[in-house]
């Protein structure tokens, strides 16, 4: 079945503890990191992990969109993240990282920006839990999705099935009502979506609605 993580990136920031429960039935909560340097954006760090970890039961799914993950993504598994996402393009040493992540107690998962390549990272895909394919250039959520990204989440769970991996894969960026079923076709099982569930009336309903698509 179909995973559905929605983006606190576009919840009220002043109320979060109450934007997390609002989102009930949704697989994980997924924490958009920004650091202003690898992305053009800032968001949150450690200490709202933290206090965000403590104030829901839903398990949290941190993307960290910073330089020098190798330094910080530990320090996310221990504020309480029970998986953490590095970028493929920041970090010095993916497979080392994966490792101290996976050793630590949390499922590790390196992110792709649309123009990098999945094919060089083949042989570290049994490293990973989970692959992120951007389908929008990361840093801002509302952003429309990026269609031509659609070949590469098709040959990304080409390469898994290939290997016989449990890897999941996972998509982030313009992910709604009218782009989750071409994600889906492609192989995505893990759907990242901000401004489709906490833009919505009934945040609830939008998870289930999601859901059902992408399972169709
Ligand atoms: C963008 C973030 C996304 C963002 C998605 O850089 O990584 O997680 O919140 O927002 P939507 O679903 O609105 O595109
Ligand atoms: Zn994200």
Known sequence: ????????????????????????????????????HFVPNLTLGIPVVESLSRATGTPLDCHLMIESPDRWAPQYVEAG????????????APVRLAREIRAKGARASMALKPATPVEPYEDLLPELDMLLVMTVEPGFGGQA???????????????INKHGLELWL????????????????????????GSAVYGAEDPVQ???????????
């Open 1 to 36: 079945m179909a995973q559905i993580n929605p983006s606190i990136l576009s919840a009220d920031f002043a109320r979060l503890a109450e934007e997390a429960k609002a989102v009930r039935g949704a697989d994980w909560l997924h924490v958009d990191v920004m650091d202003n």
């Open 170 to 193: 996972q998509v982030d960026g313009g992910v709604s009502e009218s782009t989750i079923e071409r994600c889906a076709e492609a192989g995505a099982d893990v759907f990242v979506a």
């Open 81 to 92: 993240a029970g998986s953490v996402t590095f970028h493929a393009e920041a970090a010095a």
């Open 206 to 216: 939008a998870v289930r609605t999601l859901r059902e698509q992408a399972d169709r």
């Open 145 to 159: 999705f990026l269609d031509i990204m659609l070949p590469k989440i098709r040959r990304t769970r080409e390469l």
